[in-house]
């Protein structure tokens, strides 16, 4: 695989992984219905895989429409490379971004 289809693959991993826990979190709620001493709490407990669903699906729409104005030419975070920004973090020498294409580090002055 190309780096673009790595860097996709980076972005949409963390909502695919927060669809799968939450249909993982499906399963061993239903086996907290059988317990005697979870039971109660399983009024409570099943709304927690329907709201890791939405957000998992929110993010997998936010992530698409990054990449979907990356692909037009309009996104205004993006390396010298070509390929999108990661989330900000903090360094040694000031706010950093990692490029999701080539892995490079990008300090603040570059992208704002």
Same mark, same amino acid.
């Given at each position: ?6 860097? %996709? ?7 695919? $992984?927060?669809? /799968?826990?939450? +249909? !993982?979190? #499906? ?17 409570? %407990? ?7 669903? $939405?957000?998992? /699906?929110?993010? +997998? !729409?936010? #992530? ?26 903090? $360094? ?21």
């Amino acid at each position: 695989m190309d780096r673009w289809t790595w860097m %996709a693959v980076r972005m949409y991993a963390p909502a695919l $992984g927060l669809l /799968a826990a939450s +249909m !993982l979190a #499906t399963f061993a709620i239903e086996g907290m219905r059988q317990s005697v001493l979870l039971a109660g709490a399983h009024q409570t %407990a099943q709304w927690l895989p329907m709201i890791g669903f $939405g957000v998992g /699906a929110l993010w +997998m !729409l936010i #992530t698409t429409y990054r990449l979907w104005r990356w692909n037009r030419g309009e996104s205004t975070d993006a390396c010298e490379c070509g390929g999108l920004l990661g989330r900000e973090r903090g $360094g040694r020498y000031g706010a950093y971004r990692k490029c999701l294409a080539c892995a490079r580090n990008i300090n603040e002055r570059y992208w704002r």
